[in-house]
Structure formats: structure tokens, C-alpha cells
């Protein structure tokens, strides 16, 4: 842990399969990441829902990642702020018509609720999504 | 961790202890533990969620799905959960609302 804002930059990339069953992996990485920054478990337990949350979606429910193919890309990054970006080619699944087990909870209500600097790009190559938090 | 679910009967309801983690991964085996129930005329869950480390959307997703399937045989489902840090994403994503949320098993079966 630092004492005190970081002093240098920290920059943590890790690329996954789509298998849901990484998710867990990506999460732990982002709360290592997270308790580099602050002792504050509370933090450290926000980064940890919304990595993982972001992280999901672009993976998608096992049997439902249509044609989107390659790894998901998450970027964690120590600054002025602590910045994430969660890349992935292709469509996602929180984009798709929702399905019977998702009615009702719009995708991404709960980042949009999480973080207040939160945002969604889709280009030709892909989606990202770009999230960041003050350092504590 | 990964997903643990024990099942018991009690006072006309049908506790589900999970324990761990729902997310992505793990949700679809609560979901289909709540089919299996529903399909075997079980209306009335208590879904006790106190040993549950983590919860993402996913799993959100699969207890609406429970919701809506008790709900269509006339039945109920009541959430049991006094950890602070799950009850921020009931209240977040507005579910708060949706779900009748108690701090204990014997709050859940006092309710009628």
C-alpha cells in the first residue's frame, strides 16, 4: 500500500477469454490493484463490484456471446485518478434485447448507479468502457 | 469461492441458503435451483443471501427471474440480507423496491 497519492503510475493490463468463469480472476486483480491506492475496504470493494460488473457484461452469460469472439482487455491504471477501461471487440451482450433472465434489470444500471465517472464507447473495432475514481 | 446452495423446508416456505459468490459465472446454477423448485410447486422462497460474498447484475437478473416465476403461480419471494454492501446494489439499481428485503429467517417466516 502507498502512503499518501501514488507516486508513480501503476499499470496493470489483463486479457481474458470470454469465459464467465475468468470474471473472478479479472475482479481479484482489480481489488489487488485498488488496495494499492488506500486501506479503505469500502473502496477497494466498489472497484472490485464495478470491474467485475463492467467486466461481465462484455463477457457475456455463457452460451450467449453470439458473434463476438477475442478477448476482453482490462486496464487498470494508477494516476492522477484510478482509471479502468474494459475493452472488447464486437457486440456485447449488454447491448443485446434483454433476456428473460436480466427483464427487469436494465444492464447497466448498477455502474451507471456505482461510478460517477463512467462511460461507454463503441467504434468499428469494439466497446469500451471507461470508468475512474478519485485516488483516497 | 464458488456458489453453495443448501435447500430446506420450513413453515410452508422453501429457504434457499446460498453462500459465495453470484455472479456471471455462478448465477445460472441459483436460477436453475429456482426453476427446479417452481417446477416442483414450491411458491413460496426465502432466498437467504447472509453467507453471500458477491453479487453482480447477473445474479440481480436471476432473482427478478424468480420473482416473475413464483409470482405467475400466485407465490412469493423474500430476500434475506442485512450486509450494507449488497443492499447498496438493491438500492441502486431500484430493486430495493422490488423485493421484500428482511434482516433475518425468522423475519422473512414472521411476515404473512
Known sequence: MLSGPARTT????????????LVRTVRLVAAAVARRTTGDEDFVEEIRLAVGEACALLVGPDGDRGASTGPVLVNMRIEDRLRVAVRAA????????PSSDIDGVEPWALLRGLIDDFGIVTDADGTTLSMSWPLR | MDLSLETRH????????????????????????????????????????EKVDFLDST?????VGGLKKVRAHDGSMRLICNQERLLKIFRIT???????????????LAER
Open chain 1, 90 to 97: 464486437g457486440s456485447v451482450a449488454g447491448q443485446d434485447p
Open chain 2, 59 to 63: 445474479g440481480l437478473g436471476v432473482l
Open chain 2, 94 to 108: 431500484g430493486l430495493a423496491k422490488v423485493f421484500a428485503i428482511h434482516g433475518s429467517q425468522a423475519d422473512a
Open chain 1, 10 to 21: 501503476t499499470a496493470v493490463t489483463v486479457s481474458i477469454a470470454r469465459d464467465p468463469a
Open chain 2, 10 to 49: 420450513e413453515d410452508g416456505h422453501t429457504i434457499i441458503e446460498v453462500g459465495g459468490e453470484i455472479d456471471v459465472y455462478t448465477a445460472p446454477k441459483l436460477r436453475d435451483k429456482i426453476t427446479e423448485l417452481v417446477g416442483n410447486g414450491d411458491y413460496h422462497l426465502v432466498i437467504d443471501m
